[in-house]
């Protein structure tokens, strides 16, 4: 199993309605703790966008609530030198943190791009699995890259595995 032991660093709250204003986005919210294997290390925010244009987001995610459902695109706010700069594309995020050279990097890069997170216990759940086994978060280097173990729910609340290269 693959831990992200770094913690991220989060933008200030008091500094959400700003990018709100200056991105046009309709929400922002703290980074998870998985995206602390990134490096380099900035403070960070996730802004949301019912905008789903082709090349302006990260990461499309299905949005499934009560009373809501609908796709929504989920990119990356980074403060750089006292600047926020919006990452919504792979390319975006390849210029600040590729290369990426160890297993904690790798699945906290492979989670932003795939919309994914690690998943280290399945005891815990109240679901009904239909598989026996689950291989658990992992990174694997490989000479081409590396390969890696994510999970996601789907709209039933299955878990699926998808087995990430880059």
């Given at each position: 199993?693959?831990?992200i032991?770094?913690?991220?660093?989060?933008?200030?709250?008091?500094?959400?309605?700003?990018?709100?204003e200056?991105?046009?986005?309709?929400?922002?919210?703290?980074?998870?703790?998985?995206?602390?294997?990134?490096?380099?290390?900035?403070?960070?925010?996730?802004?949301?966008?019912?905008?789903?244009?082709n090349?302006?987001?990260?990461n499309?995610?299905?949005?499934?609530?009560?009373?809501?459902?609908g796709?929504?695109?989920?990119?990356?706010?980074?403060?750089?030198?006292?600047?926020?700069?919006?990452?919504?594309?792979?390319?975006?995020?390849?210029?600040?943190?590729?290369?990426?050279?160890?297993?904690?990097?790798?699945?906290?890069?492979?989670?932003?791009?795939?919309?994914?997170?690690?998943?280290?216990?399945?005891?815990?759940?109240?679901?009904?699995?239909?598989?026996?086994?689950?291989?658990?978060?992992?990174?694997?280097?490989r000479?081409?890259?590396?390969?890696?173990?994510?999970?996601?729910?789907?709209?039933?609340?299955?878990?699926?595995?998808?087995?990430?290269?880059?």
């Open positions: 199993m693959t831990f032991k770094q913690i991220p660093l989060d933008i200030k709250i008091a500094e959400y309605k700003t990018i709100i200056v991105f046009k986005v309709g929400e922002v919210d703290k980074v998870p703790s998985y995206y602390g294997g990134l490096s380099p290390k900035f403070e960070m925010a996730l802004v949301y966008t019912h905008q789903l244009g090349d302006d987001c990260l499309k995610q299905n949005l499934n609530q009560i009373n809501e459902m796709e929504y695109c989920m990119n990356l706010i980074i403060k750089r030198n006292g600047k926020y700069l919006l990452v919504k594309s792979d390319n975006d995020l390849k210029k600040i943190f590729a290369p990426i050279e160890n297993e904690e990097e790798a699945i906290s890069y492979v989670s932003i791009i795939t919309g994914t997170h690690p998943k280290y216990d399945f005891g815990k759940e109240k679901i009904k699995y239909i598989v026996e086994n689950f291989e658990m978060t992992n990174a694997i280097k000479n081409d890259g590396f390969e890696t173990v994510t999970f996601d729910y789907d709209l039933f609340c299955n878990y699926s595995a998808p087995l990430n290269k880059f």
